[in-house]
């Protein structure tokens, strides 16, 4: 057998680890090659998401710049000038209250979106008014910000004034209650020493105190078995029944205190104690007596939880050796009758009753 020279097998050699290495190039070539087109990928995606959201980020800002217009409604038109009005021309308004209007403003969106219709002002003006009459007036608008004003809808409102007067009203009370069936509920009574005979004045245009009647109180007590006292405000009522709600109409009195007695009634003896003088030794009856007829009993009335402290009445005489007849005062927080007749004081007789001597 033939042997291969030294150079042929260096050669082989070589070539042999040659071939190897390519080929592991070719392997690492065949794995790089996904990872590099996953980074192409993502790179391309990450620029193409940055100019969508500089698309977006340019078409807010442009439409938010550019100017358009915009309504805000139910905007309500102050009345300013009614201190001016009525103190200067004795005048005020009836009617003018409660107008709205819409108003069209432009501006750019991002100006615009800062506000709502709360801080738009609208107003007329009273101040230069000087007739009782009926006065249509230019809407004033106040816009916050870099806004300007299209239009108000309306552009002009009516306003009607009037001239003051006052008047003395009475006060009527409506109550509500129960109670048990020996109690009797007197009519209520306005106790203020403010208000004259339950009268009040009220202020205002004359078309409207015209036509106000009478203040009227309502209140619910539920079940009272006492007298009760209690503060309360009133409504202004006209000649139809209505109740009147004019903000220009003023009263000299926000309140009124209320007085509500409640009663009862009992029968009862009506007694005496009496003092004498040290050395007296005789003893004394007393007669009550009404016009010449004598009494014993008489009807007391008032409030319920006082009656209920009373199964008599008794009345002292002071020093009866030296007097035969008198009068005494009834109690104050009582009512006294002797049948259908009030009492304030009541008649009596002192009666000598002898006690003879023993010794």
């Avoid at 082989?12 to 040659?18: F, H, S, V």
């Avoid at 007695?261 to 009550?288: F, G, L, Q």
Wanted: with cysteine.
């Amino acid at each position: 057998m033939q042997k291969r020279a030294p150079e042929e097998d260096l050669i082989r050699k070589e070539t042999r680890a040659l071939s190897n290495e390519t080929l592991n190039q070719n392997m690492g070539n065949a794995q790089e090659s996904p990872r590099k087109k996953r980074r192409g990928l993502d790179i391309i995606a990450y620029f193409l998401c940055l100019l969508v959201a500089f698309g977006i980020w340019a078409y807010v800002t442009s439409t938010e710049a550019e100017e358009y217009e915009y309504q805000f409604t139910g905007i309500l038109v102050d009345l300013e000038g009614v201190g001016a009005l009525m103190s200067e021309s004795n005048l005020s308004p009836i009617s003018g209250e409660g107008n709205v209007i819409t108003v069209t403003v432009k501006g750019s969106r991002r100006e615009i979106s800062k506000y709502s219709a709360e801080d738009i002002v609208a107003y007329v003006d009273l101040s230069a008014i000087t007739t009782a009459n009926r006065h249509n007036l230019d809407v004033h608008i106040d816009l916050p910000g870099n806004i300007q004003l299209v239009s108000a809808e309306p552009a002009r409102i009516s306003v009607f004034v009037d001239e003051i007067v006052e008047k003395q009203i009475p006060t009527k009370i409506d109550l509500l209650y129960s109670v048990e069936n020996n109690i009797t509920v007197l009519p209520a009574e306005i106790d203020d020493e403010d208000v004259v005979g339950g009268m009040i004045t009220v202020t205002g245009p004359k078309t409207v105190i015209d036509y106000i009647d009478y203040a009227l109180i309502k209140k619910d007590l539920g079940k009272i078995s006492t007298g009760v006292k209690f503060n309360s405000q009133f409504s202004l009522v006209d000649k139809a029944g209505d109740t009147v709600t004019n903000p220009y109409v003023k009263t000299d009195v926000e309140e009124l205190s209320v007085n509500v007695k409640v009663t009862a009634e009992k029968m009862v003896p009506i007694h005496a104690t009496y003092t004498k003088d040290p050395n007296d030794p005789n003893e004394y009856s007393i007669v009550w007596k009404y016009d010449g007829t004598v009494i014993d009993t008489v009807k007391i009335v008032g409030d319920p939880m006082v009656i209920s402290g009373y199964e008599a009445i008794t009345i002292e005489i002071n020093n009866v050796s030296n007097i035969n007849n008198g009068s005494a005062a009834m109690p104050d927080n009582l009512w006294v009758y002797i049948g259908e007749n009030k009492i304030s004081t009541i008649s009596y007789t002192v009666n000598k009753i002898v006690i003879e001597n023993q010794g």
